[in-house]
């Protein structure tokens, strides 16, 4: 099994910049993508970026194009979610993840970080 860790989260100010990091460790394959989603309170968890872990292929949200940049260090098997231009409606608990398909549905994903909230000021 693959193990998630997401951490980085915080509070800031709108147009404020967050990196948000995620280490995967036990032993398995590499062949997996790593993906985040997010989820504020009362709403449905969504996709967000992902990347894959062989080529780098990235794919972003709509919302997410432009702002958020997500990258990958495979020698260290780590990932990474740059948001830059925050606002508040990024506020969320962000998810590290790991599945085989991008974009993912959430019953594509096969482990999960236990989550990085988010809340971001107007």
């Known amino acids: 099994q693959v193990r998630l860790a997401d951490s980085g989260g915080g509070f800031v100010q709108a147009g404020s910049s967050l990196r948000l990091p995620c280490s995967a460790s036990g032993r398995t394959f590499r062949n997996y993508h790593m993906v985040w989603f997010r989820q504020a309170p009362c709403k449905e968890r969504d996709f967000v970026a992902g990347?894959?872990?062989?080529?780098?292929?990235?794919v972003y949200e709509d919302s997410a194009k432009g702002r958020f940049t997500i990258s990958r260090d495979n020698a260290e098997n780590a990932v990474y979610l740059q948001m830059n231009s925050l606002k508040p409606e990024d506020s969320a608990v962000y998810y590290c993840?790991?599945?085989?398909?991008?974009?993912?549905?959430?019953?594509?994903?096969?482990?999960w970080g236990q989550g990085t909230p988010v809340t971001v000021s107007s």
């Open positions: 993840a790991a599945t085989y398909r991008l974009p993912p549905q959430l019953i594509d994903v096969f482990s």
């Open positions: 990347i894959t872990w062989d080529v780098g292929f990235t």
